[in-house]
């Protein structure tokens, strides 16, 4: 059973830019979290989606931000107009319905903005 | 505000010595978990703990919740140089899934 894939591994963007990613959460996971980790950090919770719902998007920046889980394919986290602040590793989490309590992770996306 | 408090936040060890980590809150979470993290991964689940006053134990790795379920603490016995890295508690009192602020383990050989 596939674990939770993110990409890509790496994005390097130019200021300005759009940047996206991509979670398949593991196979029967139907809610899907994203976090974001500075360095020297720990993992700040942005957004709880579950499938075509958004559940709790209070760690999401107000602006440029966008999170979406849909029907079929990956949630998809999407940075419009990157900023050189944007720059850190976003972390991808499923887990199976019901079980909130455990998540499990993906390898994570590092985005660095020029 | 920071809802789970982490000590040391950074902690270096010879290989062979004991070691205790501690996660802490004034919030009461229905269970905790701990996490290891490895340089450029993402982090793995270690364990879960529901009950307070909970004990686990994973193979040198003992985890213990506290009895008002607002605290937990990862001891590590003869630690190795295998055990080197960022270890997370994490805990959900709603909705939201918040991590603490780490521990970053080296164990020297």
């Known amino acids: 059973n596939a674990g939770v894939m993110q990409n890509p591994r790496h994005l390097v963007r130019r200021r300005g830019q759009e940047a996206r990613l991509r979670c398949s959460p593991m196979?029967?996971?139907?809610?899907v979290y994203w976090y974001r980790q500075l360095p020297e950090e720990g993992l700040k919770f942005m957004v709880y989606?579950?499938?075509?719902?958004?559940?709790?998007e209070s760690g999401m920046p107000k602006e440029r931000f966008s999170a979406e889980f849909p029907k079929e394919g990956p949630s998809i986290l999407r940075i419009q107009q990157v900023v050189r602040g944007d720059s850190a590793a976003y972390f991808c989490?499923?887990?199976?319905?019901?079980?909130?309590?455990?998540?499990?992770f993906g390898p994570g996306t590092r985005l660095t903005v020029l | 505000t920071q809802l789970l408090e982490q000590s040391p936040q950074f902690l270096s060890i010879q290989e062979g010595e004991n070691l205790t980590v501690y996660c802490n809150s004034s919030?009461?979470?229905?269970?905790l978990q701990w996490y290891r993290q490895e340089p450029g991964e993402g982090p793995v689940l270690l364990v879960t703990?529901?009950?307070?006053?909970e004990v686990k134990k994973l193979k040198r790795l003992t985890f213990q919740f506290g009895d008002a379920r607002k605290d937990s603490s990862l001891h590590i016995t003869a630690a190795q140089p295998g055990d080197t890295g960022l270890y997370l508690c994490?805990?959900?009192?709603?909705?939201?899934?918040?991590f603490g602020t780490g521990t970053s383990l080296t164990v020297i050989p």
């Open positions: 989490a499923s887990s199976p319905p019901g079980q909130g309590l455990e998540q499990f």
């Open positions: 196979k029967g996971h139907s809610h």
């Open positions: 989606l579950q499938k075509e719902n958004i559940i709790d």
């Open positions: 919030s009461v979470f229905s269970s």
């Open positions: 703990v529901v009950t307070g006053g």
């Open positions: 994490a805990g959900a009192p709603g909705n939201q899934f918040y």
